[in-house]
C-alpha cells in the first residue's frame, strides 16, 4: 500500500533481539534508520519530507538481512 506522510511499522518478532529498519532511495541513498525493539509491535516513521516514488526497505540484525521489500511512497 503506498504511504504518505507516516510510514507505519508493524510486526511481531519472535526472538530477544533487535532489528534495524533501513529505508533506501532507488538511487541507493540512506534516507531513513530506526531500531526495532522486540518489545514493541509497531512504530510510525515520520516520512513527509521525502519525495514521491519508489524506495526499497530493509529489516536486518547483526548476522545480516533478515527480510526486505518496497514501498510506494505518495
Do not use: C, H
Not at 32 to 56: H, W
Amino acid at each position: 500500500n503506498p504511504a504518505d506522510e507516516i510510514l507505519y511499522l508493524e510486526y511481531q518478532l519472535n526472538g530477544i533481539e533487535d532489528l534495524v529498519f533501513e529505508l533506501y532511495s532507488m538511487t541507493g541513498d540512506l534516507v531513513r534508520q530506526t531500531l526495532v525493539t522486540y518489545r514493541e509491535f509497531s512504530q510510525e516513521l515520520d516520512i513527509k519530507d521525502l519525495p514521491a516514488g519508489l524506495y526499497a526497505w530493509r529489516l536486518f540484525n547483526d548476522e545480516g538481512a533478515f527480510t526486505s521489500g518496497k514501498v510506494v511512497i505518495e
